[in-house]
């Protein structure tokens, strides 16, 4: 059982469309896999496209998930959490997943989802609250924190892979989401922003470069996992998102994701055990634009290998997609899947 999770503290790195073909293809490539997919941003983006996206009024399939009682998403699971949240109530995982083949028959059968919901968003104040309650021989932080690590565990041996995508946020549900993963895949740009955003991450996540001596450390996510003797998310891959075609790492753009390079060669040194990898291309994939593809991919919520070439109509526009654009974008994710 291997647990992944798509995050970047940095929002509009194409995080969720990254998860969602890499997901796919995935399943497409091990049939064998039975995979869930745990939608942990309250934005449900990543639900929508396997409920059929745009198109196939994935929309409307998520609100009808959500329509039931108990709601069929992680908004359901937590509020059934909320009453006893220090314990593990008798629950059938079941109620709350769903198939997204049932929605929308491009999606390989083999995935499971565990809904976005736009109710977490409400519940997080609360359930920050509860994490901060102080209760004598209960760590109720880490027992809030593990929230989603008891659901994978209702879940039995059903399951062989766990991909989470998760908030571009450190709300208390982004870490209940990072808490749980084995395996972090964070996507970047090309901008100092990004460079930027996965300085914070090593601070975040593994509390390197935070300045010593720091009031807050010991209540920082790395440390209170830790002394719960809980491992900390390893970096897995680091995704050179929407690289153009005339882009390309030797362009004007080189000089940011040479920073980056750096800036990860740094921290793979002096802290080799914050990632699965020794070498550092070993945990880079450069992925170039899906341009047109992917707008209609995503918009039709379906994988590359499903997409269809020649004439598309997407909200009353034509897109032409062309074999060639097609294939660049298979190969590309093919890479990326390449290094789960």
């Not at 983006?45 to 108990?70: D, M, R």
């Not at 601070?203 to 390197?208: E, F, K, P, Y």
């Not at 990898?277 to 379906?302: C, H, P, R």
């Amino acid at each position: 059982m291997t647990v992944y999770a798509f995050w970047n503290n940095k929002g509009g790195t194409g995080k969720t469309s990254l998860a969602f073909q890499s997901i796919c293809r995935f399943a497409e490539l091990n049939s064998e896999s039975r995979i869930l997919a745990i939608d942990l941003c309250p934005q449900a983006n990543l639900s929508e496209l396997f409920l059929g996206g745009l198109v196939g009024q994935g929309g409307a399939n998520l609100a009808q998930l959500h329509s039931l009682n108990p709601r069929k998403s992680v908004g359901g699971y937590f509020e059934k959490r909320l009453p006893a949240p220090f314990s593990v109530p008798s629950l059938n995982y079941q109620d709350f997943v769903s198939t997204p083949f049932n929605y929308n028959n491009s999606i390989p059968s083999n995935i499971d989802l565990l809904a976005g919901d736009q109710i977490v968003e409400l519940q997080s104040n609360a359930i920050a609250t509860l994490a901060n309650t102080q209760i004598p021989g209960t760590d109720t932080w880490i027992r809030v924190i593990d929230w989603i690590k008891d659901f994978i565990e209702l879940t039995g041996t059903t399951y062989t892979h766990f991909f989470i995508d998760s908030n571009p946020s450190f709300a208390v549900y982004t870490q209940i989401a990072l808490s749980t993963a084995e395996r972090l895949v964070l996507p970047v740009m090309a901008d100092d922003s990004s460079r930027r955003a996965i300085i914070n991450m090593f601070a975040l996540i593994h509390g390197i470069n935070v300045p010593s001596g720091s009031t807050y450390t010991p209540y920082s996510f790395p440390t209170k996992l830790q002394t719960a003797g809980r491992s900390l998310p390893r970096i897995h891959m680091i995704i050179k998102n929407r690289l153009t075609q005339y882009m390309g790492p030797a362009s004007a753009y080189s000089s940011v994701l040479e920073s980056i390079d750096h800036d990860v060669n740094s921290v793979l040194i002096s802290h080799p055990s914050a990632f699965t990898y020794s070498k550092l291309y070993d945990g880079f994939v450069n992925i170039k634009d899906f341009q047109t593809t992917g707008v209609v991919a995503f918009a039709e919520g379906t994988p590359f290998s499903k997409v269809i070439t020649g004439r598309h109509y997407i909200m009353g526009n034509e897109i032409h997609i062309k074999r060639e654009y097609l294939d660049s974008c298979i190969l590309a994710i093919n890479d990326l899947v390449a290094k789960l």
